[in-house]
C-alpha cells in the first residue's frame, strides 16, 4: 500500500460519518481512525405556553431603565457554583459591578457571568439547570 493510497483512503472518509476503517492488502494491515467532535447535532426547541402579563402598570414602566443581563455564549445556565451551594445572587440582592451572577457551563468550561454595573437584581428569567441561547437575557438589574 503506497502513501497515495493511504491519502486517498483518508480523503474518502473525510466528508462521511465513517470514523474508523481498517484494510489489509498484500499482508499489510491498515488501520485510519479518525475522533469527531461532533456527528449530527440537533438541536430541540420547545414551544413555550403563551403567558399573560399580569404585572402592575409601574412595574411595566420602570423596566425602561433595568438594565438586562444576556448569555454571551450558549450552554448551561446554573445559578450556583455547586449543587449543594447557595445561589450567588437572590431577588433583590444589591450587586457590584464584577461579582459574578452566575455560571454558564460549554463544554465543560465553567463560565462566570459577572454583573456590569452596581444595582440590585429585579428578575431571574432562567430556571437553574436550564440551556441558554447566545443573546438569552438571563437577569434583569435596576442601576443604583
Same mark, same amino acid.
Given at each position: 500500500?503506497?502513501?497515495? %493510497?493511504?491519502k486517498?483512503? /483518508?480523503?474518502?472518509?473525510?466528508d462521511?460519518d465513517?470514523?474508523? #476503517?481498517?484494510? $489489509?492488502? %498484500?499482508? /499489510? ?5 479518525r %475522533? ?7 438541536v ?8 399573560? %402579563?399580569?404585572?402592575k402598570?409601574?412595574e411595566i ?6 438594565l ?7 450552554g448551561?445556565?446554573y445559578?450556583?457554583p ?9 431577588i433583590?440582592a444589591r450587586?457590584?459591578?464584577?461579582? #459574578?451572577?452566575?455560571?454558564?457551563e460549554?463544554?465543560k468550561?465553567?463560565?462566570? +457571568?459577572?454583573? $456590569?454595573?452596581?444595582?440590585? +437584581?429585579v428578575r /431571574?428569567?432562567? $430556571? ?7 443573546? $438569552? ?8
Amino acid at each position: 500500500m503506497e502513501l497515495e %493510497d493511504l491519502k486517498e483512503l /483518508i480523503g474518502l472518509l473525510k466528508d462521511t460519518d465513517i470514523t474508523e #476503517v481498517q484494510i $489489509e492488502k %498484500d499482508g /499489510i494491515k491498515v488501520k485510519v481512525k479518525r %475522533d469527531k467532535f461532533f456527528g449530527h447535532l440537533e438541536v430541540q426547541q420547545h414551544a413555550l405556553p403563551e403567558k399573560k %402579563d399580569l404585572r402592575k402598570e409601574e412595574e411595566i414602566e420602570t423596566e425602561g431603565r433595568l438594565l438586562t443581563v444576556t448569555s454571551p455564549i450558549v450552554g448551561t445556565f446554573y445559578r450556583s457554583p455547586s449543587p449543594d451551594a447557595e445561589p450567588f445572587v437572590e431577588i433583590g440582592a444589591r450587586v457590584k459591578k464584577g461579582q #459574578v451572577l452566575c455560571i454558564i457551563e460549554a463544554m465543560k468550561l465553567m463560565n462566570e +457571568i459577572e454583573s $456590569e454595573i452596581d444595582g440590585v +437584581i429585579v428578575r /431571574i428569567l432562567v $430556571e437553574n439547570g436550564h440551556p441558554v441561547e447566545y443573546g $438569552e437575557p438571563l437577569f434583569m438589574i435596576d442601576p443604583i
